[in-house]
Every structure is written in structure tokens, then in C-alpha cells.
T-cell receptor, first 111, second 112 residues
């Protein structure tokens, strides 16, 4: 089983829609969680950290469910510019120096 | 502020050639790492370092060497290039474990 698993998509949704992705992780002792965004042929960039109580940044909401070992990302009122691949990232407690990436979920917003 | 700088951006190698991918960061980060990204596979960790003089293997280390003689630089060496090493390579740095990773722009390597 992969340490971090994501639905690869692609998710193809109309502009203005709400879309959500989940990411599951296998190590119950994992400590830090993030969502990164990667545009085509570019480097990944941090979208937001994921905190235990959940957090929001504008149209983006991230949540952590430790009991079920998953994190989620919700995008409201999606824009064309949200089209990208979204990468789930986890730092395992036992290897705090490493970060583990999911394979990414492709999102395409259509006009 | 340059952040993480990778060179070269593109490279074509013949099977059996060796080369070094350069990575430098100017943020005084202790943690640096190398990833490769293949279609549908996400980023896979090759090698990482938690400080000058300290390196360790990641998920896919075979065929690659690293060294960390300074905080700023973390070069990745391909010993004898193989077509299976055709990929996009990203270098990243972090202040400490569990913090935001900053990436270089990537090196697109093709081995023929």
C-alpha cells in the first residue's frame, strides 16, 4: 500500500462549481500535512498547510481526519486558474526529515 | 531572492554517460532533497540531506549519488545514465523537517 494515496482524476468541472479531493495516508503517526499545487511543467508550490482543526484560505478549505487518516481539500466557486494538479503531502513522524507526496489529482475547470 | 536554483533546465544524455545536476539554495535551509517525477507517479524521493555532511537514501536511490559539503549546495550525480532515468528532477529545500518545501524549477533529463 502506498504511504499517501490520491484519486488521480482528472476532475473536469464547470467554472463556479465546488470540488473536493481526498487523500489517505497509511502512517497513523504522521505529523504534518500539506496541499501543494503544480501547474503543467512547473515546480510544485505550497497551497496550504492542513491543521488539526481545519483551516480556510479564501475559497480553499483543508481538513484533517486523524481517525480515518485522510485529509481533504475543498475548492469553492472554482476559477479557470484553479486548473492544476493538486498534491497531497505528508511528513511521517518517524522520518521527520522526509516528506511523502501523493501522486496528485488533476483538476480541469471548463468555462 | 533566488530561493532554490537548479541547473541545467534541460539535458540529453547518451546511455552510459555521467553527469551532475546542480542545486543551490540561499535560504540557509538545513534540509535538502532530490525528487524525480514521472507521469502518473507523483514525486519520488531519491536522496535527502538534513545538514552539511549528512545524506540518506530515499525511495529510489539506485543509480544516483549525492554529497552535501556545504549548507547551500546539494548536487545529484548520475553515475552511468540509463533510459529508465529519463524524468523530471526537482530539488527542494526546507528550513526543518515538516515545514514548507521550496522547489527549484526542475531539470528535464532525457537519456537516449
Amino acid at each position: 500500500r502506498k504511504e499517501v494515496e490520491q484519486d488521480p482524476g482528472p476532475f473536469n468541472v464547470p467554472e463556479g462549481a465546488t470540488v473536493a479531493f481526498n487523500c489517505t495516508y497509511s502512517n497513523s503517526a504522521s505529523q504534518s500535512f500539506f496541499w501543494y499545487r503544480q501547474d503543467c511543467r512547473k515546480e510544485p508550490k505550497l497551497l496550504m498547510s492542513v491543521y488539526s482543526s481545519g483551516n480556510e484560505d479564501g475559497r480553499f478549505t483543508a481538513q484533517l481526519n486523524r481517525a480515518s487518516q485522510y485529509i481533504s481539500l475543498l475548492i469553492r466557486d472554482s476559477k479557470l486558474s484553479d486548473s492544476a494538479t493538486y498534491l497531497c503531502v505528508v511528513t511521517p513522524y518517524s522520518s521527520a526529515s522526509k516528506i511523502i507526496f501523493g501522486s496528485g489529482t488533476r483538476l480541469s475547470i471548463r468555462p | 531572492n533566488a530561493g532554490v536554483t537548479q541547473t541545467p533546465k534541460f539535458q540529453v544524455l547518451k546511455t552510459g554517460q555521467s553527469m551532475t545536476l546542480q542545486c543551490a539554495q540561499d535560504m540557509n535551509h538545513e534540509y535538502m532533497s532530490w525528487y524525480r517525477q514521472d507521469p502518473g507517479m507523483g514525486l519520488r524521493l531519491i536522496h535527502y540531506s538534513v545538514g552539511a555532511g549528512i545524506t540518506d537514501q530515499g525511495e529510489v536511490p539506485n543509480g544516483y549519488n549525492v554529497s552535501r559539503s556545504t549548507t547551500e549546495d546539494f548536487p545529484l550525480r548520475l553515475l552511468s545514465a540509463a533510459p529508465s532515468q529519463t524524468s523530471v528532477y526537482f530539488c527542494a529545500s526546507q528550513e526543518t523537517g515538516g515545514t514548507e518545501a521550496f522547489f527549484g524549477q526542475g531539470t528535464r533529463l532525457t537519456v537516449v
